[in-house]
């Protein structure tokens, strides 16, 4: 079973910054685009920022400029860089390959609150 174990969140003033961490277990982390999603209460899940195999990167309308994603393949490890912290921005966030390859983890909470 692939796996995925998501880290770095937590409670964050409105202009914060926070750096989430996503190691992922077996072969095909660095052949496979992959993406953070994050899901909010009430809502669906949703692709905020994805990199592919080759390191090209695309982001949702609500976070660029704000979020970067990076990828590590040495450490089967994916980033993301956000910066610029809205309330907004609150969600549970997650990683998986953009074709969600990877039994989903639990997630990282992310709250940003004054």
């Known amino acids: 079973v692939q796996l995925v174990v998501e880290s770095g969140g937590g409670l964050v003033q409105p202009g914060g910054s926070l750096r989430l961490s996503c190691v992922a277990s077996?072969?095909?982390?660095?052949?496979?685009?992959m993406g953070w999603f994050r899901q909010a209460p009430g809502k669906q899940r949703e692709l905020v920022a994805a990199?592919?195999?080759?390191?090209?990167?695309t982001y949702a309308d609500s976070v660029k400029g704000r979020f970067t994603i990076t990828r590590d393949n040495a450490k089967n490890t994916v980033y993301l860089q956000m910066n610029s912290l809205q309330p907004e921005d609150t969600a549970v966030y997650y990683c998986?390959?953009?074709?969600?390859?990877?039994?989903w983890g639990q997630g990282t909470q992310v709250t940003v609150s004054s």
């Open positions: 990199i592919s195999s080759g390191d090209m990167t």
């Open positions: 998986n390959t953009l074709s969600k390859k990877f039994a």
């Open positions: 077996g072969s095909i982390f660095s052949s496979n685009g």
